[in-house]
């Protein structure tokens, strides 16, 4: 049997059950579980699968993550809007985390301008969007290359990480609740977010209005550790958007809304002057300081009206 003809053969089981052990992968396709090993890695790295221990999966009832060629694809525009308001929220000199995922690689193309930067990254990808920028250092980590994201993951990633502390970290992911924060489908990203975000003073998710009220299978940012929320403005019709933006705020997620989505005139990222940060009702919580710090070592209140959340999303676009 031809690789090709192997692995479509294991896709279609693993689709089929959910989980399969690589045991009983190599009886079916009648090769080694070393063979059937390195078919289950080559099709995780297309993002068609994951690998679990002494097997592979598909996350059942969860959204599962798509590979990078066809996320970079999705909502363009709205991470466009995204990665410039979130770039003003960076300041000269400062040291940051900026981890992996086409929107945090859309805002490193704006962060080349910003001297003095420190980035450390686990994102080959915004390596390379910030590899030209002379008054940036950029700090990779170490780690295990997943190429469905082009991202270093596992304990080599995670150890390098070790001691770090900067003034802020931008992560992205697959899905943002307000009860479970942000999430993503890989096992080996979450952990090494986890990571990113003890190192930081602040964190800051990028997210477009597609990703708020869906959850995925593992938590990488529970939402009281989340100190900023930069997404794109909801379509009118999109309750569940509204719903989960009020909801985040009501539970001290500063958020802040970059352009009008849903437009079909609109190609282009709204002027600077549409896009704003909107602290939205809810609860005060302190904030951890975000003075700018240098890596050490790398080795409102509660709403009182009764107010539809779509109501008051829809008020913020009328200011």
């Not at 996350?59 to 990078?68: A, K, Q, V």
């Amino acid at each position: 049997m031809f690789a090709a003809e192997r692995r479509q053969l294991i896709l279609e089981m693993v689709r089929a059950n959910g989980a399969v052990s690589l045991r009983e992968l190599a009886r079916v396709v009648q090769t080694s579980e070393v063979t059937v090993r390195r078919d289950v890695r080559a099709l995780e790295a297309e993002g068609l699968l994951d690998r679990r221990h002494g097997g592979a999966v598909l996350p059942g009832g969860f959204t599962r993550e798509s590979g990078f060629p066809q996320k970079s694809h999705l909502a363009t525009a709205e991470k466009t809007a995204i990665a410039d308001l979130a770039a003003g929220l960076v300041e000269e000199g400062e040291a940051i985390v900026v981890g992996a995922g086409t929107t945090t690689q859309e805002l490193a193309r704006r962060l080349a301008r910003v001297p003095g930067l420190t980035v450390v990254t686990n994102s080959l990808l915004v390596a390379q969007a910030l590899a030209h920028a002379n008054r940036v250092e950029v700090v990779m980590t170490g780690g295990t290359l997943r190429g469905s994201n082009y991202a270093l993951v596992g304990s080599g990633a995670e150890q390098s990480l070790h001691g770090l502390r900067v003034s802020k970290a931008f992560l992205s992911g697959s899905g943002l609740t307000a009860e479970r924060g942000l999430s993503t489908s890989n096992m080996l990203s979450a952990s090494v977010d986890r990571v990113l975000v003890q190192s930081a003073a602040e964190v800051v998710v990028l997210a477009d209005h597609s990703k708020l009220g869906t959850d995925t299978m593992f938590q990488t940012v529970p939402t009281d550790l989340i100190t900023r929320l930069v997404t794109d403005d909801p379509p009118a019709h999109d309750d569940r958007a509204a719903t989960e933006l009020q909801a985040l705020a009501d539970q001290g997620v500063q958020i802040a809304v970059a352009g009008a989505a849903g437009n079909p005139a609109t190609d282009q990222p709204p002027p600077r002057d549409r896009r704003r940060e909107v602290p939205l009702p809810g609860p005060r919580r302190t904030q951890p300081p975000s003075a700018n710090l240098r890596p050490a070592s790398l080795g409102g209140d509660q709403p009182n009206g009764t107010e539809r959340p779509a109501a008051r999303v829809a008020d913020l676009r009328r200011r």
